[in-house]
């Protein structure tokens, strides 16, 4: 997706560690109309697909999501990262956080994932897929299908793609970042 | 806001100690064309002001921020509830949450928020006003103008919307709880 691109290298900051800032335009200020942009995307993606929800994760993913959900006018379920003290029948599963250091835990109530769901999980960075692993755990534990997986960012050099992919997940990037050394951004053409 | 109420009453759980649950179409589980149409109604009341910007809080504030945003073609920025490790030059305010019974922080980078700005608040909930309490203070931290405060449902039993009136802030909430009593859920006509 060449705006998305050409965003990323125009506003894009890179920190040690592999770490893309992109809070200028996608994860903390967040720009409407390049979120919808990203939202077609994905509907070109999986809307022909036999999808019946959009599922993400808090917070990052919810914008996507729901753009995308609104296109093709699907619920959409975010997972939680703190258990809310009056749900009842949750799904749980363990995440770890590359950029956080630390592990957390998601959670669906079992009332909006269910064995009858075929979903698309939407998020805004692919890296060594633990957010993903912790979705499809959920997934496993409720019976549902995952039709694909769509992220706006990909990096590349984390892996998580190429683990995915080799499960044969149906994985759509919109940027793939193949590299952030020395601090300047590599896109895959 | 009449398709609001309806889903409010057909749909809306009520738990002990004033809470009522959405979770099936607004913060958990959310139903996009929903959103749009309460976008469509915070675009009306905000619409004409001098708003340059939409605040918001993760998580349940995001989806109808972003979709206001969207069709006021402004961008929007969500408070964290966790400082990141790369976040430089950072607002914080700490916030009670009453549900969750337990006090956290919320930030934004003092790059997306400054002296120019002219905000409306959106979020899900207006209960004390305690996450609107914590967004004035980083507005004034900011020094930034907050125009308007757009909530989806308010609980007047709980006082946070006369409180904030008094103060002269432009609250705006599209359906108003006026009791949880013996869990029955009483709507504002």
Do not use: W
Not at 60 to 84: H, N
Not at 97 to 120: A, H, P
């Amino acid at each position: 997706m060449e705006k998305l691109k050409q965003r990323i290298l125009s506003d894009g900051r890179c920190f040690p560690g592999g770490i893309l800032k992109v809070d200028s335009f996608l994860n903390h200020q967040m720009d409407p109309n390049l979120m919808k942009s990203i939202a077609v995307e994905f509907a070109k993606q999986f809307g022909e697909s036999s999808v019946n929800k959009i599922l993400t994760v808090e917070a990052s993913g919810i914008a996507p999501a729901i753009m995308l959900g609104f296109l093709l006018d699907l619920p959409v379920v975010f997972a939680k990262k703190k258990k809310p003290s009056t749900m009842e029948g949750m799904l749980q599963a363990e995440v770890f956080s590359f950029t956080k250091q630390r592990s957390y835990n998601i959670c669906i109530s079992s009332e909006y994932l269910t064995s009858t769901d075929k979903v698309v999980f939407i998020d805004d960075f692919l890296a060594y897929g633990n957010a993903s692993r912790g979705i499809i755990s959920l997934c496993e534990q409720a019976g549902a299908e995952i039709v694909g997986m769509g992220f706006i960012i990909e990096k590349a050099f984390q892996g998580g793609g190429e683990m995915l992919r080799k499960e044969g997940y149906n994985v759509h990037s919109l940027a793939i970042v193949e590299s952030l050394e020395d601090c300047i951004i590599k896109l895959r053409d």
